[in-house]
């Protein structure tokens, strides 16, 4: 199954080094998905939004039980794994999203859609 990440687990960041055990990502792009990113100290969140919005991510291929150990890593932060159509790729993936319908008031957008 593909996962698309947008933040700690794309190469170079703690989570990807700790997680993602060498993967190599399939694409690496701007996807428009009916998602607004958010920052915080941290770590980004993308939360569910009423218009599409360019979001950069990386797309990984992953088993079920790697799947699951991000869901595992994500579920304490708030974040749940959704299925969505990536129109860039004719294909289907997994995106962690914030649970609630607004981020946290410490978190600002990122206009850009690329988290650092």
């Known amino acids: ?69 991000l869901d595992r890593l994500e579920a304490p932060y708030n974040f749940h794994r959704e299925n969505i159509f990536l129109t860039e790729l004719d294909r289907e993936a997994e995106i962690y999203v914030f649970n609630k319908p607004d981020p946290p008031p410490e978190f600002t957008a990122v206009p850009s859609g690329k988290w650092e």
């Open 1 to 69: 199954m593909l996962v698309a990440v947008y933040g700690t687990l794309k190469q170079g960041h703690n989570n990807n080094l700790h997680h993602m055990d060498g993967l190599r990502p399939l694409h690496a792009l701007f996807v428009d998905i009916p998602f607004r990113m958010y920052e915080g100290e941290a770590y980004p969140m993308i939360v569910s939004s009423p218009d599409n919005h360019a979001i950069y991510v990386e797309v990984f291929e992953v088993d079920a039980d790697k799947q699951e150990e």
